[in-house]
């Protein structure tokens, strides 16, 4: 099973984006589902998660401007991201449990077993 992560582009500060994370031929997206970033030079940090109860959780960078939402209809899992800032210029991945059931740590990246590729965010101030 392979993730597909799209949606990334060059934005003015303040600006949003859509990112979208998609597995074809699987079911994985209704498991939890996590997205990380990694900005240059620095280590990768979970951004937000959404179980399989459907509970959404965000790191308090991103609290209040991202939201993380699932269509099953469509086996893709999305990131909207408003308000951006340059600070969250950045590698984005999205991430899959293999686990039918949430098992804490949204942000580890221990948590998730399969990886997309990422998808480039750059915030211009």
């Known amino acids: 099973v392979q993730l597909q992560a799209s949606g990334g582009g060059l934005m003015q500060a303040g600006g949003s984006l859509r990112l979208s994370c998609k597995a074809s031929g699987s079911t994985l997206l209704t498991n939890t589902v996590g997205w990380f970033r990694q900005a240059p030079g620095k280590q990768r940090e979970g951004v937000s998660c959404i179980d399989t109860s459907d509970r959404t959780y965000y790191s308090n960078s991103v609290k209040g401007r991202f939201t993380i939402s699932r269509d099953n209809t469509k086996d893709t899992v999305f990131l909207q991201m408003t308000g951006l800032e340059p600070d969250d210029t950045a590698v984005y991945y999205c991430?899959?449990?293999?686990?039918?059931?949430?098992?804490?740590?949204?942000?580890?990246?221990?948590?998730?077993?399969?990886w997309g590729q990422g998808t480039l965010v750059t915030v211009s101030s």
């Open positions: 991430a899959a449990d293999r686990r039918t059931y949430y098992s804490g740590g949204y942000n580890l990246s221990t948590t998730y077993g399969v």
